[in-house]
């Protein structure tokens, strides 16, 4: 649906993307994760035709983006960081507005608002001014504004960034309804978020592309299949050397009385238990997330 | 000391914006520009015989004119009119299709002899529906008044050539300056003189409703420092830079030739003003929680300081200063037209000028320090001037 | 139909901004009050129309008490002005400026007249005029009646020109307020054109308002990304700010015309006025894409104001022959014209073409770089 190959785009002497290169397929949801200032942004100004590419190309269900920009723009939805919508609309004068603006014919605007309304849980307030909307009420409507044409692609930009959990989750359970159905490219910084929603991670940084594929994929990449926490009574009876002659632990580290092993499965525990012996305390085990993934990328790369 | 350093840090700031310096140097061209405009103007209006501000329209009528004998045609004004010389037929048509708004038709030699002591018969065809025919009306009654004092003249000659003629001179002797001479000579120059004093509001509007709409007042007010600090820090630093700009403003002035004479004392006066206007300014973006709000309380405020100054002194020169001068401008005009001053001169001003700076100081700190104004909500203004007046706490005593 | 959409919008939001329609009011008050000004001064300034507006009697001209009953006294008295007696010349010389605008006496004994006038008198001009015609009179009479000639000889000799005044299209005569060459002069030369480019003025103070402030609000971005071209959303945006400016031209002009002072050529004047509007207002977005906040776009369009106002009007005041091809194409010399008369010259039209190319020429640069990422805050 969306293919982008050997994109650059400089500001002034700094270069936003470098030789960027990446597809994403109907129906999937991609998330793009990066530091601040990896080039996220401008990724998806540049898909969504505000800004030109220097070099490269990107197609959008078939058009240029700088060919064809109407045509593309009409199959995007877009949800910026902050919805920045205007402050002296009613909500539903909004909607009606970006509606013609983006041709939905006039006879199924009004039904197509109130549905919207009623999907994203705002039709008891259609009437109230934005000026008088918390930020979450906000991004509900300007949820409903980006989808108001029914696009066929939807880009959400941090859409969770700064509200509080309960509507966070509100707005994670609305995305994953959509899945599917539409396109999805998604920029966040939260991890959890995009382990739970993305059907692959593009992890970007200086723009370019470090890493990418399924969360799963990503996790085992860096780590084993499971993560061992162990305190221990007496950390001077270990010999890390019998660690690193194991085949099964892939990675260790002690701190005071702290081990923490990373394995290759979880049928290594019982063995790992077995070795320790009475010297161990406790054990925990836990699942290796996106976000040491994120760090163990960016943080390789920065040092 | 702790005002200082703000002060120190909006003067940096001001000054490597790259954009402000722009500004300000754009603003020494315009006035540039404003001497060069009114230094040609005048040499305009002094050169013709009269004094008058009209707009020079160069042959704004059109007049066609048959005068085979030269009486009118030398005496019409070729700057005011488009004076073409045409057949009586010919004129008339171009009258007709609209291509002149009047025609004037003097007899050729055939039909008068100008020797003869007869009235000159002439016709004067005017289209009234053009408005410009009063022009022509005025500028050939004009001409009328030449050429006849001019027959006349010859006529009496001709009666008594030969006799001595006696004739009463006038000998006529004017005193003053004229009066559209006196407005632009003077109250340009002090207008001049006083621009710089509002074209730096917005700094001041930047540096405290900035703060609010940027949400940095916040960190600055955490800062160990009285908030009459801030406000008076942030002051100075544009008064200094109004400073600035009215000395390299006066250093132009002069040199394009402007007449200014004690340029010390008028530069402490201009720049003593800038207390009150920037007192007043800091009252606005104290109150105002955005641009838009302080911009438009700006505006209204400046066109009232500018009437403030500008009215004494349009009185002053229309009375030719029998009275003391009630604003700085005034008083400016006349130290810098070398005139003797009287003690009321100076006390009468400046007493205005400090209690307005007082004042305006005083409020806008006072409004600065409450927290309803800078964090909001902010309270009407009819409640804040109840509050001011401490009016609240007569209404809470009787309360209890 | 989108486009429909975005004018609507941006329509509703200049006619709901209270601080545009209290310019429009303050406008109107301007107009008003330049008006009454160029009334005022068209008065004062006239003595024909000081005359018959009773204002001759304010003017008050000294005279030594000798004089009393004397051919000077009753030259300057056929004036209309007022007279006061003084006992001698010197107690009246020192009133000059005070009591008195002017003091007339005899000099010396060959019978010359000395004047001595205040010239910062608001009704110098007038005075002036006045006493310099009874001097004249009296000079002539002085000559003439020492020769022996008739009345109606004398006459003659004094109005040698018999002028008369044939008035054409008497019954469609343009309905002026005030039958003065000064008024004339003032409304059309400068009044006019500058009431009618006014609006104008605030118009590029609209187009930065509306543009940077969603720059600011980062709405820009939003509405950059709905299926709109670039020169759609300037298209929408500028029309209603044009439109709404040319209907307060075409109001004032309407009010003018109330205020008998007809502004002719309406329709062509519209014309010119549409393209200088697309000039301003091209400006206008051109400074948009070139700042980045509402403060630095108000600096910038007070100093365009600024240099505007020296090109237009400074013209009108100037007098260079050498530069009378270029002048007479600047637009406000265009309007001088064509609004100060009912007739056309067709070649008029043509001296439109430099305003509208330079018009065209902002407009087109201002779209250059409104594709010049210049829309968005990054």
């Given amino acids: 649906m969306i293919k982008i190959s050997s994109l650059t785009k400089y500001f002034g002497k700094i270069q936003a993307l470098d030789n960027l290169n990446l597809e994403i397929k109907k129906g999937e949801l991609l998330g793009l994760i990066g530091p601040n200032g990896a080039g996220k942004t401008t990724a998806i100004r540049i898909i969504s035709c505000i800004l030109q590419p220097d070099q490269g190309q990107v197609m959008v269900g078939g058009y240029d983006v700088q060919e064809n920009p109407l045509e593309v723009k009409s199959m995007i939805g877009y949800l910026p960081e902050e919805p920045n919508l205007y402050e002296r609309f009613r909500a539903y004068d909004l909607l009606k507005y970006f509606g013609e603006l983006y041709g939905v014919p006039s006879g199924e605007l009004e039904s197509r608002i109130e549905e919207l309304l009623e999907l994203v849980g705002m039709k008891a307030r259609a009437q109230h001014r934005i000026n008088t909307f918390s930020k979450g009420l906000r991004q509900r409507i300007g949820i409903a504004r980006a989808l108001i044409h029914d696009p066929d692609i939807i880009i959400f930009d941090e859409p969770t960034m700064g509200l509080d959990p309960a509507t966070s989750l509100v707005i994670r359970d609305f995305i994953e309804s959509l899945k599917g159905d539409k396109t999805i490219l998604m920029c966040t910084h939260y991890m959890d978020e995009a382990d739970a929603l993305c059907d692959r991670v593009t992890i970007l940084n200086q723009g370019q592309i470090l890493d990418m594929g399924s969360p799963q994929e990503l996790k085992s990449k860096i780590h084993g299949d499971i993560i061992l926490n162990v305190s221990l009574n007496d950390p001077s009876q270990v010999n890390l050397a019998d660690f690193e002659n194991m085949e099964m632990v892939e990675k260790f580290t002690l701190k005071e009385d702290k081990l923490m092993l990373s394995l290759q499965s979880r049928r290594d525990i019982s063995r790992i238990i077995e070795f320790l012996g009475p010297n161990l305390k406790a054990v925990q085990t836990k699942e290796p997330t996106l976000e040491d993934v994120f760090i163990q990328n960016v943080a390789n790369l920065n040092k | ?400 | ?378």
């Fill in chain 3, 1 to 378: 139909m989108k486009l429909l959409a975005l004018f609507k919008k941006e329509a509703k939001d200049i006619l709901s901004n209270k601080i545009y329609l209290l310019v429009v009011f303050v406008q109107l008050l301007i107009i008003l009050g330049a008006y009454g000004l160029a009334i005022t001064s068209s008065v004062v300034t006239d003595p024909e129309l000081l005359d018959e507006w009773g204002g001759s009697a304010t003017i008050k001209v000294g005279l030594p008490q000798n004089l009393q009953g004397s051919p000077l006294e009753e030259s300057l008295k056929n004036q209309d002005l007022t007279l006061m007696y003084f006992p001698d010349v010197e107690t009246g010389l020192k009133e000059v400026g005070r009591e008195v605008v002017a003091l007339v006496y005899i000099s010396n004994e060959e019978g010359d007249i000395g004047l001595q006038i205040d010239n910062t008198n608001v009704f110098y001009p007038v005075a002036r005029d006045k006493i310099n015609t009874a001097l004249d009179y009296y000079q002539l009479e002085e000559i003439l009646s020492s020769r022996r000639l008739s009345t109606e000889e004398i006459n003659i000799i004094q109005n040698p020109l018999d002028i008369n005044e044939i008035k054409i299209n008497k019954e469609s005569a343009s309905p002026l307020a005030l039958d003065s060459s000064y008024f004339v002069e003032i409304m059309y030369g400068f009044i006019v054109p500058f009431i009618l480019l006014l609006p104008f003025f605030l118009a590029s103070n609209i187009v930065t308002d509306s543009v940077v402030g969603e720059k600011e609000r980062k709405t820009f971005e939003v509405l950059l990304m709905t299926p709109l071209s670039g020169p759609m959303v300037i298209a929408g945006k500028i029309l209603p700010i044009l439109l709404f400016s040319l209907i307060q031209s075409g109001a004032w002009i309407m009010l003018l015309y109330f205020l008998q002072v007809p502004v002719y050529n309406p329709l062509l004047l519209m014309v010119l006025l549409f393209f200088v509007g697309l000039g301003f207002i091209g400006m206008g977005v051109l400074i948009s894409m070139l700042v980045d906040s509402t403060k630095e776009a108000n600096s910038a369009v007070t100093l365009l104001l600024f240099f505007a106002t020296f090109v237009l009007f400074l013209p009108l005041f100037m007098n260079i022959p050498a530069l009378s091809g270029i002048l007479n194409t600047i637009p406000t010399v265009i309007i001088v014209r064509m609004s100060s008369g009912p007739y056309l010259n067709p070649l008029w039209i043509l001296e439109f073409l430099p305003s509208v190319f330079v018009s065209l020429a902002i407009f087109a640069l201002s779209i250059f770089y409104f594709k010049q990422e210049g829309a968005i805050r990054l």
């Fill in chain 2, 1 to 400: 000391m702790s005002s200082w350093t703000i002060t120190k840090w909006e003067l940096k700031n001001t000054l490597h914006n790259r954009k402000f310096i722009l500004i300000f140097f754009l603003q020494l061209v315009v006035l540039l520009m404003m001497v060069l405009f009114f230094s040609s103007f005048m040499e305009g209006i002094e050169s013709e015989e009269g004094i008058s501000l009209t707009p020079s329209l160069n042959q704004f009528a059109s007049l066609d004119i048959y005068d085979p004998q030269n009486i009118l045609i030398n005496q019409l004004n070729p700057e005011i009119l488009e004076i073409n010389s045409n057949k009586i037929d010919i004129a008339l048509n171009r009258l007709e299709g609209g291509d002149v708004t009047g025609v004037l038709i003097l007899p050729s030699s055939d039909d008068f002899n100008l020797e003869e002591i007869k009235p000159v018969p002439v016709n004067l065809y005017i289209d009234y529906e053009d408005p410009k025919r009063s022009v022509i009306k005025d500028e050939v009654s004009t001409a009328q008044n030449k050429a006849s004092s001019l027959i006349s003249e010859r006529w009496i000659n001709d009666l008594t050539p030969q006799q001595e003629v006696s004739q009463p001179q006038i000998q006529e002797e004017t005193q003053g300056e004229a009066l559209p001479l006196q407005l632009i000579n003077k109250v340009m120059t002090a207008v001049l003189l006083f621009l710089p004093l509002f074209l730096f509001g917005n700094l001041i509007v930047d540096s405290i409703v900035g703060e609010k709409e940027r949400k940095t007042g916040e960190i600055l007010i955490a800062m160990p420092l009285s908030r009459s600090n801030i406000i008076l820090g942030k002051s100075m630093a544009v008064i200094i830079t109004m400073a600035l700009q009215v000395a390299l403003w006066m250093v132009l002035m002069i040199l394009a030739g402007y007449s200014i004479e004690n340029p010390g004392l008028v530069y402490l006066i201009v720049v003593t003003t800038a207390l009150p206007i920037v007192g007043l300014t800091s009252i606005i973006a104290a109150f105002s929680k955005n641009y838009k709000e302080a911009g438009i309380g700006i505006t209204f405020a400046y066109v009232a300081i500018i009437g403030f100054l500008i009215v004494p002194a349009l009185a002053y020169i229309s009375q030719q200063g029998r009275y003391v001068s009630a604003s700085t401008m005034t008083l400016a005009i006349k130290v810098f037209s070398g005139e003797p001053l009287s003690p009321g001169d100076i006390i009468v001003p400046f007493t205005s000028l400090l209690l307005i700076s007082l004042i305006s100081y005083y409020i806008s700190i006072w409004l600065f320090k409450r927290d309803d104004i800078v964090f909001g909500p902010r309270p009407g203004i009819l409640r804040l001037l109840f509050e001011f007046a401490t009016l609240n706490k007569v209404v809470n005593y009787f309360k209890k």
